[in-house]
């Protein structure tokens, strides 16, 4: 990746020029047994499509605080790459109640109306479905964010010297995300190419960094694995062989 991208978006659009038909995020639930895989140039079509989304329609700026009830999922992993191309900071898992706007799964709606902005929600179904009938209160992500722009550009240039995320009570800015990142890919043996399989969480920095960032820094890709304790031992040996993985953090 360049040396001079000093934001998580900085990487996507490294990526981008690089290689855009190589896999980037390949994500698995094995509890409903869905697996989606995207290319770099898919995952940054819903990055762009997603931060039109927060930009225009939530009219987010760049030092708003949106806060993410979302699991370890590739939605997810579009949601955090559209706020840093806003320049919003994501605060994983974050209060509510102190934040802008806020973007919820199906499991956390009562906890996200405490938000008094702008509320998304995401059924998080298979291909990215739609609810049957969106929450009251909650624009349904899967209804808003087709019709959105495939190019993105943002109002106002993002500060990488400014707050970007928010995890386990650490606040980093986009460069210290991005600084971070090589570091915990430099630890984890990443290369370009590589094939990093996790069963993380996205509430720590280091489910964060295994299931998104270090790979992306890296120039590498992601097996994002979510319920991985229902894989038994000889399923996990079948899917790392499968997908090629190079290197696991589980």
Not at 13 to 34: K, M, Q
Not at 105 to 130: K, M, N, S, W
């Amino acid at each position: 990746m360049n040396s001079s991208d000093r934001t998580p978006a900085d990487l996507l659009r490294s990526a981008l020029s690089a290689d855009p038909a190589r896999p980037l995020v390949t994500f698995y639930d094995d509890a409903t047994g869905e697996r989606v895989e995207l290319s770099v140039a898919t995952f940054a079509n819903w990055v762009a499509k997603t931060a039109n989304l927060l930009q225009g329609d939530l009219a987010a700026e760049p030092g708003d605080r949106l806060a993410l009830l979302l699991p370890a999922h590739w939605q997810s992993a579009v949601w955090l790459l559209a706020c840093s191309s806003v320049g919003v900071v994501a605060g994983v898992q974050g209060d509510p109640a102190a934040a802008d706007l806020v973007v919820t799964g199906p499991d956390t709606l009562e906890r996200a109306r405490a938000c008094r902005g702008e509320r998304v929600a995401l059924a998080l179904r298979p291909l990215g479905g739609r609810f049957p009938q969106a929450p009251e209160g909650f624009a349904d992500y899967a209804v808003e964010v087709p019709s959105q722009g495939d190019r993105f550009a943002p109002f106002a240039p993002v500060d990488a010297d400014a707050p970007a995320l928010a995890v386990g009570g650490a606040e980093l800015t986009g460069a210290q995300l991005v600084a971070r990142a090589r570091e915990d890919a430099g630890t984890l043996g990443l290369v370009p190419g590589s094939r990093l399989l996790t069963g993380r969480t996205y509430d720590t920095w280091e489910g964060l960094s295994t299931g998104l960032f270090a790979p992306l820094a890296a120039g590498g890709s992601v097996v994002l694995c979510r319920h991985i304790g229902q894989l038994d031992a000889d399923g996990l040996a079948k899917r790392v062989e499968s997908e090629r993985v190079t290197n696991t953090a589980v």
